[in-house]
C-alpha cells in the first residue's frame, strides 16, 4: 500500500502494521462548484508541517509519541467522481480492517461520501458529527447526485433519519434547512451549541468525524472554495474538534475543503495543518 | 434606464417597475488618495454573488420573495469628480421618483455624497447613519474637496449639525474629531455603542444609511484601499446592520470601499455580498 | 435559448437569428488532471473585453460591422462529464442547424469534443486543425476516457486517421508520438512549419479549427493549467491562426485553456480576449 | 524644491544645481479607465532600483560619472486633473528654466500633457517621439478631455500637425488611426521601422521623448493598466530607445504607465528601471 | 549617523539630538528557517505610514506632538549574523549613550539579541518582556546558536533566571516548555494573563520590550513567516502592549517578524504600523 | 544516504547505486542580498514535476531509459554559510567519489562553490562554463566574501585564471567587468556567441557546468531573486545548454536561483523543471 514517493505528515512515520491511525490524502475535487483547488489540501498539509512543531502546548502530547502512520494521497482520476469514491472506500476500509482508524485529508467535502460508506460497512449503527459552514443536504446539484453540495444527503441515505449532527451551519437553501428540521438530522445554526449533549447521548456509539474547514470563519481560513462570512473562531474550532475527539468513540475522521491556492499567505494551510496534528493528538 | 449586458446581483431579477429596491453600482475611485481598486467593488460585488444562496438563516428570509431590481453599474468619467457625481445624482433621483429605495454599490465612498443630495432633495430632515473606520470630515484634502475624505463633510454642508450619526471611527486627524465633537456629529469611536438609542431618538425620521466596508477589522475585509487594524467583527456589523435596517425608516443607502483587487483571497467580496444579500432582506 | 444575466463580449451584441457567428462558453474543467481554472475562462475573457477595441489595426476591420450573437455560457454539472459534452453538443448542434458558425471558449480542452461531435454530424468530411502545446493522444488517462489528455484521440474516433493537423506540439508521451507517427494523425512539433502547404490541401473542405492557448510560449500566457516552456510567440500565433481563418473552410472553432486564476496579472486575459477578437474578424 | 523623506534612484545623489538631468516623480493616475496603480510606478522604480547596478555594460557608462538629481515625487490631488497638471507643469517648467533636462517618472500617460506644455512654453518647434501600443488621440473620453486616452490629442492641440512621431501603435478605435493618417500624427504601427530616417530628419530640432511601458509586450512588461499583446521585445525597445537618446535633441523626457501592483513578480518594475539607466546614461 | 536616502516613519522627523526616541531598522533574516521575507518589514513599515494618521484616537495623542527621530535601515551583511548583530549593536548603543530609547523595527527575531546586549551593558539589572507566539528558547537550531529559534535563549545567557517575562505562547518543542517551566524564564500560554501583576513586580526596573508580531492570530496578521493559529486579537495585544509601555520603565524595544512580502493585501503591514504609532505615543 | 521522506524528480528512482547521475538539492538561500525565495527552489522543482512528462520530444528520448537517483535535500543551517557549504561539499564529493555525476538543484547561486569545490579536488584540472545574468566576480560583497555575488571569485581563488567561461552576462559593476577583462575569466555578455568554440577548445577536459536561471529573460522566468531584463529566450537557453551537455565532458553540474515564491503562475517552475529534465537526457 506505500509507495514512499511523498513528504509525510510531521511526526507520522511509523510503519503501517505499527500504526493506530493512518493518515491519507484524497486529492479529489472535480465537483467543486465555485472555486477548485481542494485537490491541493491534502499535499500542501504534509508538505507544510515541517512548519509546525509534534509537541502541542493545548494538550502536553507529542506526536513522537503515537504511532501514526501516513501513506500518503490515493492517485485519482479527475472527472469520474464513481471511480475515485470506489479507490477512496477502499482505502479506507482496508485501514479499518486492520483494525486502525483512518484519518482521511481531502479534498473536497464529497470525498467524505467514500470514507463514510467504508465505515458504515464496519458500523453499522453509525452517527456522524458533521461540522461545516453549508448544509451539504441537496439531493442533486445540476441533476448531479454525487456532489459536494450532497454528500451529507448522500450519507443519509445510507444511515437514515436523526444520525447526522450537524454544527456551524451558516448556508444553505431555504428546503435544505426545511428538511434538516423535518427530523433528517439536527442541525445546529451558526456555532457549537449543545455539542456536549451531544456527545453524552451518543456515548459508547460509533461516530465518524467529519470537519469541513468552511466552519471556521475566512478570517481565520480564507483558502477555501466557498469562503462564508460569520464563521466560528479557530480556537472555537480547536476547543469543539478536540471535545468531540476526547469524548465520542471516533471510528474514522477527515479533515477537507482546504484550498491552498485561495490562500497566498499560506496561513490557511497552517491553520488546517495544527488543527491535524491537535485530532492526531486528541484521538 | 436598463443596459442590460451585465450580470445581476443574484436574485434580483425584478423588472424596475416592479421592484421596493434597485440596486446600482457608482464604479467611481478617481479621489482614493492611497490605494485604488474600489471601482472594481461593484462589479464584484454582483459577479461573485452566485456563491452565495438567495436564501438568509440569520432572518429565515429569501431573495426570491422580494422584488428587486439591479439595474448595473452606471458608465461615470474616470478623473471628473463633477461629472461623476452629477451622473450618480440623476440615477438616484431617478429611482427615489419612482417611489423606489435605492440602494447603491460604490465605488469609493465620495459616490454617497451625490445619493445623499438625491436624497435630501426628497427628504429634507434627513438624517444619515454611518458606518466607517474614518472619520471622513476634512473640508479638503490637499485641495480638493470632493475627496473620499471628506464626503460625510460634504454631507453635513447639506445636513447641518446632528444630522449625521458615526460609529466605529477609529482613524482620523486630531481636528476631525475636535470638529465633530463640537457638535456637528455625533461620532461613536470604534464601535456600535449607543446605536440603540439613535435608532429609538430616529424613529419616524428619514435616513440614508451609508455602510463603509472598512469598518469591518482588516481580518475580516482586506480588500479595501485603506484597513484599519482594530474594527469590528463581521458578526458585530451584521448585528448593527441588521438593527438599522429593521428599525430606521431607510429612504436610501450604500455599501462602498470594496477594492476586491486587494484581496486575492476572493473573502472580501464573499463578505461583501452578504451583507448586501442581508441589507436587500432586512429593510 | 438566451438567458441575459452575463456580460457579452466587447462588440458581439446581434440577436441570435441575425448572427453569422455565435459565440458561447463551455465553463467545465473537471477533468483538468494538473491545475483547474479554465472553468473560469470564457467569463473572464468576456468581462474583461472592455479592456479591447472593436477594431483590428492588424485586419483593418471592426467588430461593429460584423453580426455576432455571445449567447453567454452553458451552466454545466461538474463532475459529470458525460452530460456536460451532451449539454456542448446541444448548443453546438442547435446553431449549426440554424447555418451559423459555433465558436465555442472554453474551458478545458475536452469540451472540444463535445463541439466535434455536433460538427461532424453536419460535415462527415471534416477535418480538425489543432493548435497545441499537448499531443492529447491518449486513449485514457488513469482509466478515464473522457479526459483534457485524451480529446484528440476522441475526435480521432469519430473522424478517423489522417483528418486531424496538429501543429505546435511539444509535449507528450513517447507512445502517443509514437502513435501520431504511424499515421493516425499529422502532428507537427514545436511551431507551424508547413501550415500554409496543410491550407492548400485542405481547400473546399469543412474544418473545425481548435486552439489551445498553451500552445503560446507560457512567458506570453502564463495563465493555463499546463504551460509548457519552448512555445510560439504571440505573433506567431496571431499570423498563424489568421492564415487558418483567411484560408480554410471554418464551421466551427474554439479557443480554450485558459485559466485567468494563475496569472493575477491579468495579461493572459487580455492575450486570449485580443486572439478572440482577431477570430472574429478573420473568418 | 527638495523634500528629502523619500529613496533617490540609485546613483542619482547630485544636487540640483549641480545636476544636468533632474528626475522627478508624477503619481498620478485618476483618470485611468481600465486597471489603476500607475500612481505607485515613479515611487516603486526609485525604491527597487537598489537591485539595479550604476554600471551599463550596453553603453560602457555608469551613473557615478553623470551629474544627476532625484527630487522626488510631486504631490498631487487625485481626481482633480486640471490641478495635478498644473502643478507638474510647474515643476516642469522649474528645471527647464534651470537649464537642465527635466526626466519624468509617471504616473498614467496624461502627465505627460503637462512637461509638454513647459518644454513647448521654452521650445516652441517642439517635435515628439512617442513610443506606445495605443494611439491616445482620442478628442475626449466618455466626455473628459483631460484623460489618459487623449493625451496625443492634447499634445498636438498644441503643437499642431506633424510633429508627433508614434511608434509601436497596436491599439485605438478606428476613428484615431484615419485621424493620424489625415496628416496629423506619424503613426508607425507594430514597431520602429522608420525611427532611423525620422532621427535624421529631427537632427537639430527639439524634440520631448515620451515612453509609455506598454510598447512592450506584456511578457516583458506585465505591470501596466491596459495591456496590449503583440508588443515589441526589450531588447527591441532598448536599441530604439537607445537611438533616440544618443540622436535626438532630447529637451525633455519620461517614462510612464508602470503600475506595479498588477506584477507581484517584481519583473515589470526592474525592467522600467533598467530602462531609466539606459536613458539616463544615454541623454 | 544619518543618511537621509529613505522615508520616514510619518511624523517622525526630528533631528537625531532633539529626539526622546530613535527609531531604526534592522532589515536582517538570513537565519529564517521557514520562510524568509522579515528583511523586507522596516522598510514597509516605514513606506506604507502615509496610510497612517499621526494622531490616535485611542489614546488621544499626536506623532506632531513627540520628538522622535527616524534614522533610517542599517546596511547589514547578509549571512554572516555574527557580523550583523555587532552592527545592530553599535548603533543601539550609540543610542542608548545619547540618553534616548532606541526603537529597533526588525527583520526576523534574532537582531533582538544585538539591542539587548546593548540595553544590557547600560543596565545590568535589565528584564525582558516578550510577546510571541514562540518560546525561541532552543540552545541552537541545527547548530546554529545565533537563529531567530534560539534568541531568547541567548538573552537568557546574559540576563540569568527570572529576567524574562513571555506571553501569548504557543509553540515550541516539548524541552523548550520544560526548561523554562525550570525556573529559567515567566512562561504565560497563549495570552496575557498576569501581564498586569508583572508590571508591578518590575515598577523601577529597567525593561526591554520585545514584540513579534506573530504574537498576533494569522488572521489579523498573515504577513509573517511563521504563522501560528490560535493567537490574541489585535484589541487584546494593543491593550496589553500599551499597558507595558505606560506602566513599564521602557529603556529600548523592538517590533519585528513582519514579512510583507507573504501578505499582498498590504493588512500586515498596516496592521503593524499602527502598533508601532501607538508604542510611540505610549512610552 | 537516502531519506526517503520526499518527492523525487519525475522518472528519477533508481537506487543510488545503480544511478549515473544523482539528483539532490541545496536549499540554502541566506546571502541573497535582493529577495530570497531560491531555498525553495528544489522542492519546487522535484514536487511540480509530475508537470511534466518523462519523455523529450526535443532529444527523443525517455528519463524511464536513464538511471537517475534522486537523493532529496540536504538539511541546512540557515545563517551559517560556511557550515552549509561544508555540508554541501560533503554530499557532492560522496557522489562523485562514488563514480557518479552529482547533479545539484539550488538554491542561490553560492552553493555552487561548495560542489566545485568537490568537483575540483577530484579534477584539478577543472573548467566551469556558467551561464548567467551576473558576474558574481565580487571580492567580497558589504565585507562578506561567501556571498551569491562573489561565487565565481571564490571559484576562482580555486581554480586560477582562464579556466571560468562565462555566457549571457549583463549585469555586474564597473571593476568586475574590468577584472574579467584583464584575462581572469573569459566573459562573453548577453549571449552565447563563442560557444561552439569553447566546447572544442574544451575537448576533453572536465567540466563543471553551472546554470543561474536568470540568464532568462525574465519575461520567461520571473521566479528569480535578481530579474535582470534583456536576457536569452528558451528555445536559445535550451539550444545553448544542450550543445554543453552533449559536447563537453561533465564531471557535475547544477541549475540554481529558482524562487518560486516570486512567481505564482507557477511558469518559473515547470520552465526550471523542463531545463533539468533536458539536462538529465543529454549528459
Known amino acids: ?51 509546525l512543531e509534534t509537541y502541542s502546548p493545548y494538550q502536553d502530547k507529542d506526536l513522537g509519541d503515537r504511532a501514526i502512520c501516513d501513506c500518503g494521497d490515493i492517485e485519482l482520476p479527475f472527472g469520474d467522481s464513481a471511480a475515485a469514491l470506489g479507490l477512496i ?29 467504508a465505515a458504515f460497512a464496519k458500523y453499522p449503527g453509525l452517527n456522524i458529527i458533521h461540522f461545516d459552514a453549508h448544509t451539504d443536504l441537496r439531493n442533486d446539484y445540476l441533476g448531479v447526485q454525487l456532489s459536494h453540495a450532497c454528500v451529507m ?39 457549537f451549541s449543545g455539542l456536549d449533549g451531544v456527545l453524552q447521548k451518543l456515548s459508547g456509539q460509533p461516530v465518524y468525524f467529519t470537519l469541513d474547514l468552511d466552519v471556521l470563519d475566512p478570517a481565520y481560513l480564507p483558502g477555501t472554495g466557498t469562503p462564508e462570512a460569520g464563521g466560528v473562531t479557530f480556537r472555537e474550532l480547536l476547543d469543539a474538534a478536540l471535545a468531540v475527539c476526547q ?37
Open 1 to 51: 500500500m506505500l509507495n514512499k514517493n511523498y513528504t509525510v505528515f510531521i511526526g507520522c512515520e511509523a510503519d503501517f502494521d505499527a500504526a493506530e491511525i493512518v493518515l491519507f490524502g484524497a486529492p479529489y475535487d472535480s465537483t467543486t462548484s465555485y472555486r477548485p483547488g481542494a485537490r491541493f489540501g491534502c499535499r500542501a498539509i504534509r508538505t507544510e508541517s515541517d512548519g
Open 89 to 117: 472506500e477502499e482505502r479506507a476500509a482496508a485501514i479499518l480492517q486492520a483494525g486502525k482508524i483512518p484519518f482521511m485529508l481531502g479534498g473536497e467535502h464529497l470525498v467524505t461520501y467514500a470514507a463514510v460508506r
Open 153 to 191: 444527503r448522500r450519507c443519509w441515505d445510507l444511515l437514515g433519519d436523526g444520525k447526522i449532527w450537524q454544527f456551524g451551519i451558516r448556508s444553505g437553501d431555504k428546503p435544505e434547512f426545511a428538511w434538516a428540521a423535518a427530523g433528517h438530522t439536527h442541525l445546529q445554526k451558526f456555532d
Open 247 to 283: 469524548n465520542a468513540d471516533i471510528v474514522a475522521l477527515d479533515v477537507n475543503e482546504l484550498a491552498p491556492n485561495l490562500d497566498a499567505s499560506g496561513v490557511s494551510t497552517a491553520v488546517a495543518g495544527k488543527l491535524v496534528r491537535e485530532l492526531l493528538l486528541a484521538i
